[in-house]
């Protein structure tokens, strides 16, 4: 049952980046480009998207389990740190370059061309180099 629930939120999370022009690397581009020829139009996605996660982050905090059954875990961190402000930039900047976020590239990958493939090789060979540095600095703290 669970796999079934996450592979029907998992096609409509992809339908809505699609359906919104998440996944059209020119559009996000022109949408980030605010010292050029600004396109607007992703704004009204982003706030939607903002204003449905504000409810369900709400609603969220007050349950104990997932409508699953399974127990609610949400981030407790709070704090704005160096690793935050890092990550996101990083974030940030491969956004600004391919046009693509993770949702969209791995939506995008259906489409069979070549872009999202580049893009999400290279989020996963980010994802280990990240992994190996936070392995290699666990085993220094062990080590200290």
């Known amino acids: 049952m669970h796999l079934i629930v996450a592979a029907f939120v998992g096609l409509l999370f992809g339908i809505g980046l699609i359906v919104s022009g998440m996944t059209d690397p020119a559009r996000v581009i022109g949408f980030l480009d605010l ?3 600004w396109n607007p139009s992703l704004a009204l996605v982003m706030a939607g998207a903002i204003a449905i996660g504000a409810v369900a982050f709400r609603v969220a ?3 104990t389990d997932s409508l699953l059954g399974h127990p609610m875990r949400l981030p ?6 160096r690793r935050l402000v890092l990550g996101s930039l990083v974030f940030g900047a491969g ?8 949702g969209p590239a791995l939506a995008s990958l259906a489409a069979g061309s070549v872009k999202p493939l580049i893009f999400t090789a290279a989020m996963v060979a980010g994802m280990g180099v990240f992994e190996l540095f ?5 085993r220094r703290s062990q080590a200290a």
Do not use: K, V
């Open 35 to 37: 010292a050029g020829a």
């Open 61 to 63: 905090g007050a349950r």
């Open 76 to 81: 407790a961190a709070s704090a704005i740190d």
């Open 95 to 102: 956004w600004g370059l391919a046009g693509f976020c993770p």
């Open 134 to 138: 936070e392995r290699l600095a666990a």
